[in-house]
């Protein structure tokens, strides 16, 4: 008889306070107790990772260390899939198969958290730039979670039958790693997932909260670049220029009003200009200016109307201006897919969560802007969902909430996750997703 595999990716928040299980019945959960006697492995784990970031596709460090972990638990290993990507299988008899993916890329972002144990790594991004490093997105916190997960799951191999598959993906940030892996035989030198889970940590919830959300959950991405050319000359004087500084100024200002006056504001829309770049020093007036910028859409409707938009309102700022010649606007042929969690996945896992861990633990959560490409899996025909836990302490939550000001967030250089709370929930809720997915009865 056909029995399903399953790849799950779960994206989750931190978590406190869970029903422990009780005795006597199938192992369903591991209770604080199990997961009490692992914390100490995987906080240490955490702060190296968190002390040696490395950028997409630089991963080597990173990849190794989990890798031998793994590898000791009895998984079979397989590293440089999708340049630096980690697979970890542990066949466990007929049944699903399932994927549990963690990031392993850290972001160019200088630390300002205060840590004892703040990265001050600095590195070569792709362009050949000397940049900072910073797990300023939690993954590292995910990747002590999916050993965590890894290694109760393998301890506890007679409360599950199937394969577990773990996947470690490189350069998540740069929205590429995912494709990478697929592209290098992820579904086809590998077992292929019936279904795929993700966990992923969370501002806006409390740290033990888990969040949900059928369908839609993350939107497109899009990094464009415009380049706008002026006339350079002496800073004193402007009257013999084309000032490009000056024009992209107004092209960063006059973008808002896609957002604002061209958009019907239930079909969201972020522009965001990330990076401006132009000029080497202030008495020069420069001859271009580059500005990179991140657009989220949810429908191909919306993102080509926006496109056209930044085309249209680059061109006529630089006509107003009187520039030597039309901007270049760079846009991806296709945007970053949207990830869509299987709505009957994602129920069937929070029903689960929900009776393990509480009902009041377990929440719908709203549509994020935010982008992942842990959508790729879901487009090569994986039913997938992506869940988040909370990772921010209660008290400051509801500080930030009654003040207006929020919480650094992810990307952020002062983003830290509760850790202890976080990292205890998201093993907790990875095993139990795990479980009901592969298990016995």
């Known amino acids: 008889m056909y029995l399903p595999r399953i790849i799950v990716l779960v ?61 000791e638990l009895g998984f079979e290993v397989t590293t440089g899939v ?13 049944g699903p198969t399932v994927m549990m993916r963690t990031e392993l890329d850290a972001l160019p972002v200088e630390e300002k958290t205060g840590l004892p144990f703040a990265s001050v790594a600095v590195t070569k991004n792709a362009a050949g730039q000397t940049v900072p490093v910073m797990h300023a997105c939690g993954h590292d916190l995910h990747m002590a979670a999916w050993l965590g997960t890894a290694r ?37 030198k590998f077992p292929r997932p019936d279904f795929a889970l993700s966990l992923h940590d969370d501002d806006t919830m409390p740290a033990g909260t888990i969040g949900y959300h059928p369908g839609y959950f993350r939107a497109m991405s899009d990094a464009v670049t415009i380049t706008v050319y002026g006339r350079g000359g002496h800073a004193a004087m402007p009257h013999s220029t084309v000032d490009p500084v000056v024009l ?9 009003t896609i957002v604002a006056r061209e958009n019907n504001p239930v079909d969201p829309v972020v522009i965001t200009v990330g990076s401006i770049h132009g000029g080497t020093q202030g008495n020069i ?77 377990v929440v719908e959560m709203p549509q994020k802007m935010t982008s992942e490409d842990f959508a ?23 500080a930030a909430r009654a003040s207006g000001i929020p919480v650094p967030a992810p ?13 205890k929930g998201a093993v907790r809720a990875e095993v139990t997703a795990l479980l009901d997915l592969l298990r016995t009865n």
């Open 11 to 71: 994206t989750l928040v931190a978590t406190t306070g869970l029903s422990a299980q009780s005795g006597g019945g199938p192992w369903t959960t591991p209770t604080p107790a199990e997961v009490n006697a692992i914390y100490p492995e995987l906080e240490a784990l955490y702060i190296d990772l968190h002390k040696n970031p490395e950028i997409a596709f630089q991963e080597t460090r990173t990849a190794a260390t989990l890798a031998a972990r793994v590898k």
């Open 82 to 94: 999708g340049r630096t990507g980690v697979v970890a299988v542990l066949r466990n008899g007929p």
């Open 152 to 188: 109760l799951m393998a301890q506890h191999r007679d409360s599950w039958r199937g394969t577990l598959m773990m996947v470690g993906q490189p350069a998540e940030e740069g929205s590429q790693g995912a494709a990478a892996m697929l592209k290098d035989g992820l579904f086809t």
């Open 248 to 256: 992209a100024s107004r092209i960063v200002l006059s973008l808002q």
């Open 285 to 361: 007036i420069p001859d271009e200016v580059r500005l990179q910028l991140s657009v989220r859409t949810y429908t191909p409707e919306v993102r080509t109307r926006t496109m056209a938009a930044i085309r249209r309102i680059a061109r006529g700022e630089a006509l107003s201006a009187g520039a030597p010649r039309e901007p270049q606007v760079d846009v991806p042929a296709e945007a970053g897919a949207p990830v869509y969690n299987d709505p009957t996945l994602t129920l069937r896992l929070a029903a689960a969560l929900k009776k393990r861990m509480g009902e009041a633990n």
């Open 376 to 398: 790729q899996y879901g487009l090569a025909g994986v039913p997938s969902a992506l869940l988040h836990i909370g990772a921010v302490a209660p008290a400051k939550l509801a």
């Open 411 to 423: 990307h952020s250089p002062e983003w830290v996750p509760e850790l202890e709370a976080t990292l």
